[in-house]
């Protein structure tokens, strides 16, 4: 028998029929099955003897949960009412079991002689294939949820280092936590005294007028609540709570204010964790979900624990840089110096850290008296925005002190000697300063006769608003000449001084910056510096650094104020600079000035008032205070 005539042969056509991989079902006009093969049969987990004259629609055809399908949406019915080819998937097809298959399918007429066309209808399975697709689905979807948490994880972390306010970075915490994993959410932290609580900050997007209204003081911990906010507190850990939980009565103060939160806010489920470091429990987090929300899993719960964890870290870094900055600080003032005001002369300082820095660095200023008795200011920095350049400056202002006290000479040679021990006896770096010396008779002329290592220059202020640059005496860096073994000197430089006049002493910080150039910020501090002439010292130097604003850098100002022509010269009773009211100062207040001791306190006064140097023409009264 040939290829031809066997592909005609019944028994070959029926071994196909029975051994096809596929399921195939055979119906007659009007839907009733005639003819099923073996996959099919085990597909719907049904006898084909039982299947055989049932109409195959009602029989099988059937949704995903096993209702029934509308027989004039089956495509199954058209497509034999039509008489033409079709093929469709995500259908279901009635087990023996009382369960759904999801099948693929494909239809075609099925013609035999003699009879109106029937169908013939071949499907699969695709439970596994569909199976395959709902894992992928999940693991996709619980993919874009672990990158979803990852993404909040990222941007959290990214609000706690950004700023050492730790009532705003909680504040901002809170509104990255809603909605994406509370509807609102609640901070109580200690607020550093004995037994202290505060709610920090509350938020709620559907009512964040509530929200606000819960914040405040809280109750104090008591010692023997175990209610979930109270072990959190306590670094016990993080407690998971349901609607029955939030249901108890509250046992103490604290639970009742607890409470008071699902009481306005609302909520079914809620995760308290604590805010705690290795080393302290600084706060606890309540995050709740209310409505239609679904409740707290495991492993949300785990997260709202890191979260609390990286807030504590945070918190804790916070308050060790909060310490180290009252360190810095204190240290700062000490080795800053309280000024003399001597006689009639008048002085003012300022220190600003940079904002960047750890509140202390290279600049310093410095005034006292030398054995001759005349008054010295000095202005200087050494390189460097740390605990060593405070250091290098501490003793490179000690080495200038010794020096200028040691012999009667002018600043040229103080400075040459300065250079020479910095480079034999320190390791500070390079430093710029500006030593001056006020010299003149009480009552004035008074003269300023200084050098200048590589500093800024000093500004001279006159009492009716003509400001310049005093640009004689300039010489290169300390420590520079002598390291480099150039022999270079610096030059000496005299100035009369106006009465009423101020020279302004001050560091690069208050004229350099990153957004512009020194010769600009110089020419803006002639400009105001000139606007501020008349002001007393004092209020010159705020507003000049209010103006001003200088930032990126340490910034200090020494202010020195003429008095007037004659004041304090001999039958003049004006008063020196009265001890009732002090001066603001940067350096510590215990800090007395220097030489105070040995001139005693009727020639040297720390206490210097602000607002008394007026310096206008009136008549001096008898109404004035005695001279001390």
Known sequence: MNAIDRAKDPGVLRAIFEGLGSGVFATDASGGLIAVNPRAAQIVARPAAEMLGRDMHDLLHRHADGSPFPRDECRVIAALAEGRPAEGGDEYLLRGDGTTVPIIWAAAPLKLEGEPDG?????????????????????????????????????????LISSLEVSLVLRRLGRLLVPELADWTA?????GQPGELRRLAVHS??????????????????????????????GAGAMLLDADDLAREPGTPLDAAHRELFERLG????????LNSRRQVFGA????????????????????????????????????????????????????????????????????????????????????????????????????????????????????????????????????????????????PMATVVFARIEGAEGGPWRLHWVNAGHPPPLLVTRDG???????????????????????????????????????????????????????????????????????????????????????????????????????????????????????????????????EALGADDVFTDAPRGDDDLTETPRGDDRPPRP
């Open 466 to 596: 003509r400001a310049r640059y005093l640009e004689g005496g300039h010489g290169p860096l300390l420590g520079m000449s002598a390291t480099l073994n150039l022999g270079m000197s610096w030059p000496d430089a005299h100035e009369q001084l106006p009465p009423g006049s101020t020279v302004l002493f001050y560091t690069d910080g208050l004229v350099e910056s990153r957004t512009r150039p020194i010769d600009t910020g110089m020419e803006v501090l002639c400009r105001h510096a000139a606007a501020l002439a008349r002001r007393d010292v004092e209020d010159f130097c705020d507003e000049l650094l209010e103006r001003i604003d200088p930032r990126g850098d340490d910034v200090a100002l020494l202010a020195l104020r003429l008095p007037p022509s004659g004041a304090g010269a001999a039958g003049d009773d004006t008063p020196p600079p009265a001890r009732g009211r002090r001066a603001h100062s940067p350096a510590a207040p215990t800090r007395s000035a220097p030489g105070a």
């Open 205 to 234: 997007e559907d009512d964040p007028v509530a929200a606000g209204a819960l914040e405040g003081p809280l109750p104090p911990l008591p010692e023997s609540s175990a209610s979930p906010l109270a072990r959190a507190l306590r």
């Open 119 to 159: 169908l013939v209808y071949v499907f699969h399975d695709f439970s596994v294939r569909r199976a395959a697709e709902e894992q992928t689905a999940a693991h996709l979807a619980a993919l874009e949820t672990l990158t979803a948490r990852l993404t909040l994880v990222s941007e959290i972390s990214s609000v």
């Open 285 to 428: 987090l309540t995050a709740a979900r209310t409505g239609d929300s679904p409740g707290y899993e495991d492993d949300e719960a785990m997260m709202l624990i890191d979260i609390g964890r990286r807030a504590g870290l945070a918190m804790d870094n916070a308050r060790l840089f909060d310490q180290q900055r009252h360190v810095a600080e204190a240290m700062q003032r000490q080795l800053l110096t309280p000024l003399p005001q001597t006689d009639h002369l008048r002085m003012a300082a300022r220190y600003r850290p940079a904002l960047v820095a750890a509140e202390i660095g290279g600049d310093w200023y410095d005034a006292f008296l030398l054995a001759d008795g005349v008054t010295t200011m000095v202005i200087g920095d050494v390189v460097g925005h740390d605990l060593q350049a405070a250091a290098h400056m501490a003793e490179v202002r000690n080495m200038l002190r010794a020096l200028a006290w040691d012999r009667q000479e002018p600043p040229s040679l103080i400075m040459r000697r300065l250079d020479e021990a910095m480079t034999n006896t320190s390791d500070a």
């Open 187 to 191: 901070v109580d932290v200690y607020t």
């Open 267 to 274: 909520g079914h489920s809620a995760v308290v964790v604590p």
